[in-house]
């Protein structure tokens, strides 16, 4: 870059913000390493599921199963997903298990903690803020260290111009018309957050940027809002291989055999062990396959003595033996299945494809703890491409949104790792920076 290029940043500083940016030069996309001469917009990220961290408070009403779990009774916050090592360290995988847990109250159709137990989310606000020390490498990356890396190589700086929005993971994010009261709360977080950082930036408008459950929770927070607000403060939504409310399979193997994706080393048999807890959570059924979508023919779970369609997913929670997500499916996971509206911001959706993702599970002998034989489809191994390309349809019907609305599919780009291995990082990157000059 010559001298000219090397005074353009200072010369901008003395020039009205909308005239920068229209003097802003065009980046070289050959040199993503020299793009200081581009006026950044603020750029709010959203974690994946496991990112986030959880803290806890028990209380007198708390009555715990094990009298160890109620040994911090009455001695204020502590971590409890915060860091996983030192869950097993300290016995502790019983009392997080009943810690974590969620009821569903359907008098207010709506999910809360056990009684005794408070949660709240630290490091709101901060793009360091999320799961550091993840025993899986894999698991970390996924927390935007190494996309913190590259923002902040071209010029993002933590709570200046980048920021973390971290979210309770164990709820979902709720549909217009739909009460939550954690994410009512976290959405009001979020819209202040959002508002600050563009007064701060001579009222620039903020890029919404967010990864797996994340972009779930980035577009409904968007379409939460007022119509006026998005005009006015979202420059752009990017979404990252979003979980889609079309669903995915893999979830579903989720909910039957239990998850490891809350990995907690030192735990045996992890995603059985942790399955009770995992079925509570509000975000474990939040994605399940869509009839829309997997059809009613093609049965998404066989065993020997019946099949499962997408429109059977309630006898299948009854039948795995959690009648008590009957009703919370029914009234909080459909709705979200049969809700779209288009965000209508200028909104760029990336996913990975031609991976091998789940599209049936089968389970021969009924046995639901053992792990099913697996029929592959087309997906990022999570997503399956028919709900991929299901969101994409329905965000170009609408023709207001479609005009600004990019679909990207990186061939051979994974789940997870589309926003750690460089090749795949270099194009979400790429979109961030041009989210950033248009
Ligand atoms: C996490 O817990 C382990 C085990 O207790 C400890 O060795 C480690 O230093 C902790 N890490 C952080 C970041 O607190
Ligand atoms: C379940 O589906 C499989 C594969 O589509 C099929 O072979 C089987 O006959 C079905 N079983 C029942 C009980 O309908
Ligand atoms: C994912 O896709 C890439 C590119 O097609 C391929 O090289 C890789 O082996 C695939 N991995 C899996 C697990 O399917």
């Given at each position: 870059?010559?001298?000219a290029g090397?005074?353009?940043?200072?010369?901008?500083?003395?020039?009205?913000?909308?005239?920068?940016?229209?003097?802003?030069?065009?980046?070289?996309?050959?040199?993503?390493?020299?793009?200081?001469?581009?006026?950044?917009?603020?750029?709010?990220?959203v974690?994946g599921?496991?990112?986030?961290?959880?803290?806890?408070?028990?209380?007198?009403?708390?009555?715990?199963?094990?009298p160890?779990?109620?040994?911090?009774?009455?001695?204020?916050?502590?971590?409890?997903?915060a860091?996983?090592?030192?869950?097993s360290?300290?016995?502790?995988?019983?009392?997080?298990?009943?810690?974590?847990?969620?009821?569903?109250?359907?008098?207010a159709?709506?999910?809360?903690?056990?009684?005794?137990?408070?949660?709240?989310?630290?490091?709101?606000?901060?793009?360091?803020?999320?799961?550091?020390?993840?025993?899986?490498?894999?698991?970390?990356?996924?927390?935007?260290?190494?996309?913190?890396?590259?923002?902040?190589k071209?010029?993002?700086?933590?709570?200046d111009?980048?920021?973390?929005?971290?979210?309770?993971?164990?709820?979902?994010?709720?549909v217009p018309?739909q009460?939550?009261?954690?994410?009512?709360?976290?959405f009001?977080?979020?819209?202040?957050?959002?508002e600050?950082?563009?007064?701060?930036?001579?009222?620039?408008?903020?890029?919404?940027?967010?990864?797996?459950?994340?972009?779930?929770?980035a577009?409904?927070?968007?379409?939460?809002?007022?119509?006026?607000?998005?005009?006015?403060?979202?420059?752009?939504?990017?979404?990252?291989?979003?979980?889609?409310?079309?669903?995915?399979?893999?979830?579903?193997?989720?909910?039957?055999?239990?998850?490891g994706?809350?990995?907690?080393?030192?735990?045996?048999?992890l995603?059985?062990?942790?399955?009770?807890?995992?079925?509570?959570?509000?975000?474990?059924?939040?994605?399940?396959?869509?009839?829309?979508?997997?059809?009613?023919?093609?049965?998404?779970?066989?065993?020997?003595?019946?099949?499962?369609t997408?429109?059977?997913?309630?006898?299948?929670?009854?039948?795995?033996?959690?009648?008590?997500?009957?009703?919370?499916?029914?009234?909080?996971?459909?709705?979200?299945?049969?809700?779209?509206?288009?965000?209508?911001?200028?909104t760029?959706?990336?996913?990975?494809?031609?991976n091998?993702?789940?599209?049936?599970?089968?389970?021969?002998?009924?046995?639901?703890?053992?792990?099913?034989?697996v029929?592959?489809?087309?997906?990022?191994?999570?997503?399956?491409?028919?709900?991929?390309l299901?969101?994409?349809?329905?965000?170009?019907?609408?023709?207001?949104?479609?005009?600004?609305?990019?679909?990207?599919?990186?061939?051979?780009?994974?789940?997870?790792?589309?926003?750690?291995?460089?090749?795949?990082?270099?194009?979400?990157?790429?979109?961030i920076?041009?989210?950033?000059?248009?």
């Amino acid at each position: 870059m010559g001298i000219a290029g090397r005074l353009l940043p200072l010369l901008l500083l003395f020039i009205p913000a909308a005239l920068r940016e229209h003097l802003s030069p065009v980046i070289d996309d050959h040199r993503p390493d020299h793009q200081d001469d581009v006026v950044l917009h603020p750029i709010v990220l959203v974690p994946g599921l496991t990112c986030s961290e959880l803290e806890v408070r028990l209380t007198d009403a708390y009555h715990p199963s094990l009298p160890r779990c109620g040994a911090m009774k009455g001695e204020g916050w502590f971590g409890l997903w915060a860091n996983c090592s030192d869950i097993s360290t300290h016995h502790y995988p019983p009392c997080f298990m009943e810690q974590m847990s969620l009821v569903y109250d359907p008098i207010a159709d709506d999910y809360r903690n056990i009684a005794g137990v408070e949660t709240r989310v630290p490091n709101f606000g901060s793009s360091k803020g999320f799961q550091k020390n993840p025993p899986l490498i894999d698991c970390r990356d996924w927390c935007f260290e190494v996309l913190r890396k590259e923002l902040e190589k071209v010029g993002y700086v933590d709570g200046d111009t980048m920021f973390g929005a971290p979210y309770d993971l164990r709820h979902a994010p709720p549909v217009p018309g739909q009460k939550s009261a954690v994410f009512s709360t976290y959405f009001r977080r979020l819209s202040r957050l959002i508002e600050d950082a563009s007064r701060s930036k001579n009222n620039q408008k903020v890029i919404l940027f967010g990864h797996s459950l994340g972009g779930m929770v980035a577009l409904e927070f968007v379409r939460s809002t007022a119509m006026a607000w998005r005009e006015k403060y979202i420059k752009h939504l990017l979404l990252v291989a979003p979980l889609p409310a079309e669903g995915f399979v893999a979830s579903l193997q989720n909910f039957v055999s239990g998850s490891g994706l809350l990995y907690v080393p030192g735990v045996d048999t992890l995603a059985l062990t942790l399955r009770p807890m995992w079925r509570t959570f509000e975000s474990s059924i939040a994605n399940f396959p869509s009839p829309a979508v997997f059809g009613t023919g093609k049965p998404v779970v066989i065993t020997g003595d019946r099949n499962y369609t997408a429109c059977e997913m309630e006898e299948l929670i009854a039948d795995v033996g959690y009648v008590a997500g009957v009703e919370p499916f029914r009234r909080r996971a459909v709705p979200k299945m049969n809700y779209f509206e288009a965000p209508m911001v200028p909104t760029t959706c990336i996913n990975g494809v031609g991976n091998d993702t789940l599209e049936q599970l089968v389970y021969w002998d009924g046995d639901f703890d053992a792990e099913p034989e697996v029929v592959y489809g087309d997906g990022d191994q999570e997503i399956n491409l028919v709900s991929m390309l299901a969101f994409d349809d329905k965000m170009r019907q609408e023709t207001k949104q479609n005009r600004v609305y990019k679909s990207i599919k990186i061939h051979g780009a994974r789940h997870g790792t589309i926003i750690t291995e460089d090749w795949a990082l270099k194009r979400v990157m790429q979109e961030i920076l041009e989210a950033n000059r248009i």
